[in-house]
């Protein structure tokens, strides 16, 4: 049982390249989720999804972009990059049936520079 | 109104100490509130939840404690240690969904 699993663990893009960070889960989780994190400003929503075939915007979803074919994948696409995405970006995952205390697990994460 | 404040942005803390972090929120609809504790490299993990119908909760060295008319509430660790330290994030979230409001996190390091 892997857990939430994340590539690349590194990549550096030029402005303007275009890039997917994978996430795959292998516990059978409803829910997804993609996070960056910048120093001092917490975890940011991006986008989420609540099931395969259905995603919706979170907090700071501009310049990117997702889908959920499945319910183990979750990519998320970068279509042109630019220097304020530089960021180090979370996908988690979790189970939610209804019950209020969910757990959100995280991946390792992928750390993201853009020159 | 979404937004849960956390203080302090960075903590040093003696070992055998007490750590203490603070967050506060506006939005009254919050009705979950979680801990998540990251070591540098790592993804956030779970550490330890509380729902507002309690005003405490323990786990070992680690305390939540809650004011729900003052709208906010606090992780204390007891017995401070080394390998406490890292980065914790507090959190809210409302009834009607399971997506979590982050703070914007505090880095503790504790010194040996």
């Known amino acids: 049982n892997a857990g939430v699993t994340q590539t690349p663990k590194f990549r550096i893009l030029k402005i303007g390249q275009s890039m997917t960070l994978q996430c795959t889960q292998d516990?059978?989780?409803?829910?997804m989720y993609w996070y960056r994190q910048d120093p001092g400003m917490g975890l940011k929503l991006i986008y989420y999804?609540?099931?395969?075939?259905?995603?919706d915007k979170g907090e700071v979803p501009n310049g990117y972009n997702v889908s959920r074919s499945t319910t183990e994948d979750f990519p998320l696409r970068l279509e042109l990059a630019a220097p304020s995405q530089t960021s180090v970006y979370f996908c988690?995952?979790?189970?939610?049936?209804?019950?209020?205390?969910?757990?959100?697990?995280f991946g390792p994460g992928t750390r993201l520079l853009v020159l | 109104q979404q937004q849960v404040k956390q203080s302090p942005q960075s903590l040093i803390v003696q070992k055998g100490g007490i750590s203490i972090i603070n967050c506060a929120y506006e939005?009254?609809?919050?009705?979950?509130f979680p801990w998540y504790q990251q070591f540098p490299g790592k993804g956030p993990a779970l550490l330890i939840a509380?729902?507002?119908?309690?005003s405490e909760k323990k786990e070992g060295r680690f305390t939540i404690s809650f004011n729900k008319s003052a709208k906010q509430f606090s992780l204390h660790i007891m017995d401070s240690q080394p390998g406490d330290s890292a980065t914790y994030f507090c959190a809210a979230s409302m009834a009607s969904g399971s997506r979590l409001t982050f703070g914007e996190g505090t880095q503790l390091t504790v010194n040996p």
């Open positions: 939005n009254t609809a919050f009705d979950y």
């Open positions: 516990m059978n989780h409803n829910y």
């Open positions: 999804s609540v099931g395969a075939g259905i995603t």
């Open positions: 988690a995952s979790s189970y939610f049936a209804g019950a209020l205390e969910e757990t959100q697990y």
């Open positions: 509380i729902r507002p119908d309690v």
